[in-house]
């Protein structure tokens, strides 16, 4: 696969994007569906992005959520470690 530079790019510089071409097979409604699209690039881009972030999500939850370390941890107020509301009890 060739390495496609991104736009406005000039030569070597600083912000310079790279990108690579990819060729995928497409059944004829999702290519109308992608021609239909403004951007058929950056749509194509924020699918495969989601798709990932959706794929991390779905590790994350399988893992299940990690406890905090203790020195992470923010300390804890005198009244939160009583239990009780941080509200006053006049009320």
Do not use: C, D, F, H
């Not at 530079?5 to 690579?20: A, H, I, L, N, Q």
């Not at 989601?50 to 020195?71: I, Q, W």
Request: charged share 30%; aromatic share 2%; no cysteine.
């Amino acid at each position: 696969m060739a390495v496609k530079r991104g736009v406005g790019s000039g030569g070597p510089g600083v912000g310079e994007k790279k990108t690579e071409r990819v060729a995928v097979w497409l059944t004829p409604p999702q290519v109308a569906w992608i021609k239909s699209k403004k951007n058929a690039s950056e749509t194509m881009r924020a699918l495969v992005t989601e798709a990932m972030n959706l794929e991390l999500l779905k590790e994350s939850v399988k893992r299940g959520a990690r406890p905090v370390p203790s020195e992470a941890a923010r300390p804890r107020s005198p009244q939160s470690r009583k239990g009780g509301s941080s509200r006053g009890r006049g009320r």
